[in-house]
């Protein structure tokens, strides 16, 4: 009895993380941020968030917002913030501060098209 509750709660938890990556994706988050090199670079990347951040305080992001994001407490419901967390807390990829793209206007050393 004790490992299939064990092994329903696992489930469990896999399908909370996919209904949260579901409201990630419902909600227009990609717009902003990244995860695995996937979105916008207009609020934080996310990849690691998991690795960073405590369940609280990243629940107190979503449901509060901050000066540029928006608060999504009155969007979205307890369960669907309770599983976006539990995405955000399984995105815990490893961050290598070399492998940052090119600042913008940085030369490759190839030629610049359209000049005159």
């Known amino acids: 009895m004790a490992g299939s509750a064990m092994a329903s709660a696992m489930g469990s938890s896999g399908s909370h993380r996919?209904?949260?990556?579901?409201?990630?994706?419902?909600?227009?988050?990609?717009?902003?941020?990244?995860?695995?090199?996937?979105?916008?670079?207009?609020?934080?990347?996310?990849?690691?968030?998991?690795?960073?951040?405590?369940?609280?305080?990243i629940r107190k992001q979503i449901v509060y917002g901050s000066k540029i994001m928006p608060a999504f407490g009155e969007m979205l419901s307890s369960a669907d913030i309770d599983d976006l967390v539990a995405y955000l807390r399984s995105c815990k990829a490893k961050v290598n501060p070399q492998a940052k793209a090119p600042a913008?206007?940085?030369?490759?050393?190839?030629p610049q098209a359209g000049g005159t």
């Open 104 to 110: 913008a206007g940085a030369s490759d050393g190839s």
């Open 18 to 57: 996919e209904h949260g990556a579901q409201v990630y994706a419902a909600n227009g988050c990609q717009h902003c941020h990244t995860i695995a090199s996937v979105g916008g670079h207009k609020g934080p990347d996310l990849s690691s968030v998991g690795r960073t951040s405590k369940k609280n305080a």
